[in-house]
């Protein structure tokens, strides 16, 4: 596709479960995002690559929230042991390049119940 | 970025109007700065950005203003239209040896038609 695409649209989970997102980037960017966003916030930054590697992590909010891009494309976002609180908007954008202006997707909506 | 909560600042205006949205930054080491609208249930759409610069960018329809000396980001939208209700956010890049892209609260438009 044209755009960033990300899967599921939405998850319902139980607490304490483990969840991955998925995201694919648009074709050729080489810098990937992941954001969380709460209702009536803005996004908040999680991580980002540029390549495969991890090039700044400072918004993971503790250790059950990792993520991976393993051949510099597509990425998973994995959250361990989900809590109520997990509960947001997942957002995963892309750039061409690391400066670039990013893209956005249309979101994972993760619910934990 | 400020936590709002619920509660987005909002800017109500009559269709065909010109409509400006404010917002205040925070890193003097940001070099670059996006507007981006979000509809409801989707992800945020890149408008238009500045680099630090310049002070002055126009679109179609839209202008963005930067004073670097206040800190200070603005987006004019002229000929104000129904489907340009939406919040908008204003993000900064950091530029401190990686790009990290940060949002603003956001700002919630409704046109009156």
């Known amino acids: 596709g044209a755009g960033v695409s990300q899967t599921p649209s939405n998850k319902v989970t139980e607490k304490g479960k483990y969840v991955e997102l998925r995201c694919d980037p648009i074709?050729?960017?080489?810098?990937l995002y992941w954001y969380r966003q709460s209702l009536g916030q803005g996004p908040e930054f999680l991580i980002y690559?540029?390549?495969?590697?991890?090039?700044?992590d400072s918004g993971l909010p503790n250790d059950r929230f990792f993520a991976v891009r393993p051949e510099g494309s597509v990425s998973t976002l994995k959250i361990q042991r989900t809590e109520r609180g997990d509960s947001a908007v997942y957002l995963c954008?892309?750039?061409?390049?690391?400066?670039?202006?990013?893209?956005f997707g249309e979101g994972s909506w993760l619910t934990v119940v | 970025g400020e936590n709002v909560g619920l509660h987005l600042p909002t800017l109500s205006v009559q269709e065909g109007d010109n409509s400006i949205i404010n917002c205040a930054y925070s890193?003097?080491?940001?070099?670059?700065f996006i507007w981006y609208k979000q509809e409801s249930g989707k992800g945020p759409q890149f408008i238009i950005d500045i680099r630090s610069n310049m002070d002055k960018r126009q679109g179609q329809r839209v202008t963005v203003l930067l004073n670097k000396t206040v800190k200070h980001l603005s987006l004019q939208i002229a000929a104000t239209q129904p489907g340009d209700s939406a919040v908008y956010f204003c993000?900064?890049?950091?530029?401190?040896?990686?790009?990290?892209?940060?949002f603003g609260a956001g700002t919630r438009l409704f046109v009156k038609a």
């Open positions: 890193n003097s080491a940001s070099d670059y």
């Open positions: 993000a900064e890049r950091l530029n401190t040896g990686g790009f990290k892209t940060i």
């Open positions: 954008a892309s750039s061409l390049g690391e400066g670039n202006t990013i893209y």
């Open positions: 690559f540029q390549g495969t590697g991890a090039a700044d």
């Open positions: 074709s050729g960017h080489t810098a």
